[in-house]
Structures are given as C-alpha cells and as structure tokens.
C-alpha cells in the first residue's frame, strides 16, 4: 500500500486543519488506516485510526472531542480534521495502513506532512 499524505500547515492555536492521505496501490477494504504524530524531541505517538469496512474509530484520548477521521471510498482517502489545535498538536503527521489494528505500530507508512501551531 502506498500512502500519501498533505494537508499540513501553520495555523493558530483554537483553529482548525484538515489532513488527507490517499491509499493507493492495493485495496484497503480490510485495513485499519491511521495516523500517528511525532513532535520534536518526542516519540511518535498514536493519534487515530478508522476500520475502511465499517467505519469504527479510535482516538488517543488526547484527541477526542477535537479530532476527527474519516474515510472517502470513491476517492480511496483517509482524512483527519483537527479543531480546537494547541501547541501540543503541533508534530510531524503520518498516515499508516495495517491489517491489523495495534495503536503502537502499522505495516505501511506514508511521508508525514508537518502541522505547526502558533500560540
């Protein structure tokens, strides 16, 4: 599966930003796509993942209520929309497609796209 992801950008602290990863090069109707941050001097850290067949969402709790993910069959995309961004959201993005669901680790791995928040 190959992965590429935009969307990243500076924007201010209590605004919002919207992050896409299109999937390509298999079907990912039975994989759980992903996203994991990584912040300087940090490690990389789960932020959210969706089920392609069903639709179930997961969140780090760091993140409920403020972000949310989804997915677009027709166009083979996952997307993340991020409200209410602090300087704590402010990280390296990547998207990551598995079979398998595990919140620490996935098999594929899309180019982060960086999200930067100004206070």
């Known amino acids: 599966v190959q992965l590429q992801a935009s969307g990243g950008g500076l924007v201010q602290a209590g605004g919002s930003l919207r992050l896409s990863c299109a999937a390509s090069?298999?079907?990912?109707?039975?994989?759980?796509m992903g996203w994991f941050r990584q912040a300087p001097g940090k490690e990389r850290e789960f932020v959210a993942a969706?089920?392609?067949?069903?639709?179930?969402?997961y969140y780090a709790d760091s993140v409920k209520g403020r972000f949310t993910i989804s997915r677009d069959g027709a166009k083979n995309t996952v997307s993340l929309q991020m409200s209410s961004l602090n300087s704590e959201d402010t990280a390296v993005y990547y998207c990551a497609a598995d079979q398998r669901f595990r919140n620490y680790d996935m098999h594929y791995w899309g180019k982060g796209t960086l999200v930067t928040v100004s206070s």
């Open positions: 090069g298999r079907n990912v109707n039975n994989y759980y």
């Open positions: 969706i089920r392609w067949t069903g639709g179930s969402t």
